[in-house]
C-alpha cells in the first residue's frame, strides 16, 4: 500500500494516551462528556476490507484519506492529526467480519484521542458499528454505504433506523448517495435501452438485499415484467443451473444485487458461457477493477451496466479535477471510483475540526459530532451538498458504466 510520506513522521513522533476506563463507562458517560483531546494530538481512524478482493478499492479510499490530512499538513491549530487504516476484513471470510468491525467501533471508543470513526463499506457491517459508536458519541462518516435503512425508515426492519440511533441523536453520516436512489435509476435505464423481462438476484446480504428490491419495486412500477426473484450462494463455485433457469424465464435481463466480493464476476461468467442472451446489471458495489478481473473482459463487454453513485474520477470537474490530478501524481495510479468518497469524508471531518479550531473551541468528540452535523453547501471534490437530517448526502449524481477495452466506460450520468 502506498503511503503518504508526512504519514510516517506524524505516526512514530505522536505518542498515544494510555487508556484507562473501561467500555461500560464510557457507553454510559461518553455522550454526555466525550473524551477531550491533548493539546498536541487527535486522531481519526477508517475501518475497511483491507484484506481479500475489496483491498484495491479500499486502498483507494484509505489513499483518499492521507490526502485529506496531507492537505492541512496533518495539523489543525497546532493540534497533530494522526490517522490509523484499521482492517475489518479476515482471511477466513476474504471479506468483511461481524467480529472484527464489533472489535474495531469498541477499540476506537476506549481510545480517547480518537475523534472520527470513518467507515464502513459494507452496509452489514455499519449496522454493527452504528449502535455502538452512537451511544458512545463519537462521529461516524461512511464513503460508501449505500443502504437506505441505516438512515430511513420504509426501507427495513420496522425498528430501523432507530436502533442504529440508541442516544436518540444522528451521529452517522455518509458522503454517498443511497440505494433508494441507485435502484431506480437502474431500473430507468434498463426501460431506456428497451429491455422488457428482468430476473432479479440478491447475494442475500444487506447491501445486496437492500438494492435489488428497490431496482424490483421500480422495475414493477414502470412496467418491467419481472420474471423471477432469488438469492445466491456466495461461496458458489458456478451458477450454471441458475442460468438455466432464468434461461427458461425469458429474461432479457439479469440484475444482481451483490459485490465482487460475493462473486459477481463468475456470474458474469456463467451467463455468458451459459449462453444466456441477457443483459448483466450490477450496482456499485462491482464499480472497481476487481470485478473486470474476475469476470474477465471478454464476459464484460457489450454484456454489462454498473450503476455508481457519482462520476468516473476522469471526468470529475472543479475541485474533484484538482483531487483526481493530485491523486495520480501522489499515488502513481488511478484512483478507483471510491477513491474521491474517502477523501471527500476525511475534508468533512478535517474542515469540522478547523471550524471549532477557528471559533476557540476544543476538540471533543461532541464537539466534532455537532460540528459535521452542521455540514451544508460543502464545496469539495464531489460538488456542492450538505448532510440532510437523517445524516444522508443531498448529492443523487449516479453514472451508468459499460465495460470497453478492460475499462469502465460511462454510458449516461444522471442528475
Known amino acids: 500500500m502506498i503511503s503518504h510520506p508526512c504519514f510516517a513522521a506524524v505516526r512514530v513522533c505522536s ?19 466525550a473524551p477531550v483531546a491533548t493539546a498536541s494530538s487527535v486522531k481519526i481512524v477508517s475501518s475497511l476490507p483491507r484484506t481479500g478482493s475489496a483491498n484495491s478499492q479500499t486502498t483507494s479510499m484509505v489513499n483518499g484519506i492521507k490526502m485529506a490530512i496531507a ?18 476484513a479476515s482471511p477466513q471470510r476474504g471479506n468483511w467480519d461481524p467480529a472484527i ?17 470513518i467507515g464502513t463499506y459494507n452496509s452489514g457491517a455499519a449496522k454493527i458499528s452504528m449502535p455502538k459508536l452512537n451511544a458512545a458519541g463519537m462521529v461516524m462518516v461512511s464513503p460508501a454505504n449505500t443502504a437506505p435503512n441505516l438512515t430511513k425508515s420504509g426501507f427495513g426492519e420496522a425498528s430501523e433506523p432507530a436502533v442504529y440511533r440508541p442516544s436518540g441523536i444522528v ?76 434461461k427458461q424465464s425469458g429474461a432479457d435481463l439479469v440484475y444482481f444485487g451483490g459485490t465482487t466480493q460475493t462473486n459477481a464476476g463468475q456470474l458474469a461468467k456463467d451467463i455468458v458461457s451459459g ?59 488511478e484512483p478507483e471510483g471510491y477513491a474521491a468518497y474517502g477523501y471527500e469524508s476525511g475534508k468533512v471531518v478535517l474542515t469540522a475540526m478547523q471550524r471549532i479550531i477557528d471559533a476557540k473551541g476544543t476538540l471533543t468528540r461532541a464537539s466534532v459530532l455537532a460540528e459535521v452535523a452542521k455540514t451544508k453547501d460543502f464545496s469539495g471534490a464531489l460538488g456542492t451538498w450538505s448532510f440532510d437530517a437523517n445524516g444522508d448526502t443531498t448529492n443523487r449524481t449516479m453514472s451508468v458504466f459499460e465495460v470497453k477495452g478492460g475499462v469502465f466506460s460511462t454510458v449516461k450520468v444522471v442528475d
Open 15 to 33: 505518542s498515544l494516551l494510555a487508556v484507562s476506563m473501561s467500555a461500560s463507562s464510557l457507553a454510559q458517560n461518553e455522550t454526555a462528556a
Open 71 to 88: 492537505e492541512v499538513g496533518a495539523n489543525i491549530g497546532g493540534v497533530a492529526i494522526l490517522y490509523e487504516d484499521w482492517d475489518d
Open 101 to 117: 468491525e464489533a472489535g474495531n467501533a469498541e477499540k476506537a471508543i476506549l481510545d480517547p484521542t480518537v475523534m472520527a470513526y
Open 171 to 246: 451521529s452517522y453520516f455518509r458522503v454517498v448517495p443511497t440505494d433508494d436512489v441507485q435502484g431506480a435509476v437502474a431500473a430507468d435505464f434498463a426501460k431506456e435501452i428497451g429491455l422488457t423481462k428482468v430476473f432479479v438476484l440478491n447475494d442475500r446480504e444487506v447491501y445486496g438485499k437492500g438494492v435489488a428490491t428497490v431496482f424490483e419495486a421500480r422495475a414493477r412500477e414502470i412496467g418491467l415484467e419481472v420474471t423471477g426473484v432469488d438469492g445466491l450462494d456466495a461461496k458458489a463455485s458456478n451458477y450454471k443451473s441458475l442460468v438455466t433457469k432464468i
Open 275 to 333: 449462453g444466456l442472451k441477457a443483459k448483466l446489471m450490477v450496482p456499485d458495489g462491482c464499480y472497481e477493477q476487481a470485478f473486470i478481473e474476475a469476470a474477465g473482459t471478454k464476459a464484460l463487454e457489450g454484456n454489462v451496466f454498473v450503476t455508481f453513485g457519482g462520476r468516473d474520477p476522469k471526468t470529475m470537474t472543479g475541485k474533484g479535477k484538482e483531487f483526481y490530478e493530485n491523486y495520480v501524481k501522489t499515488y502513481k495510479v
